[in-house]
């Protein structure tokens, strides 16, 4: 059974940070790109990060120079590290793992953690 499961999420102040973490079980974690998503109320869901399986990184123009994605293997652990936060990060944030076999896509998703980023 696959697992992702999200925490690390909260309330914080503006221009404050966050490290989101999650934790996958079930997949050979480090065969997969890993994403973060985020869903704010009222928003469709967009993509905020990805780190592919080699460790390449690509993030949301709204997410670079604030957000560092990073993985570790070992832990079948991505990770989100969100600095000078400010209340457009608002959402609740999700972790995705996904693998391309040909011409198929395997997707798995957690259950998300709300970021709340309010003074």
């Known amino acids: 059974q696959v697992q992702l499961v999200e925490s690390g999420g909260g309330l914080v102040q503006p221009g404050g940070s966050l490290r989101l973490s999650c934790a996958a079980s079930g997949i050979i974690f480090s065969f997969y790109f890993m994403n973060w998503y985020r869903q704010a109320p009222g928003k469709q869901r967009e993509l905020v990060a990805t780190i592919d399986n080699s460790g390449g990184t690509r993030y949301a123009d709204s997410a670079k120079g604030r957000f560092t994605i990073s993985r570790d293997n070992d832990k079948n652990t991505v990770y989100l590290q969100m600095n000078s936060l400010n209340p457009d990060d608002t959402a609740v944030y999700y972790c995705?793992?996904?693998?391309?076999?040909?011409?198929?896509?395997?997707?798995?998703w957690g259950q998300g953690t709300q970021v709340t980023v309010s003074s």
């Open positions: 995705n793992a996904e693998l391309r076999i040909g011409g198929q896509i395997v997707s798995y």
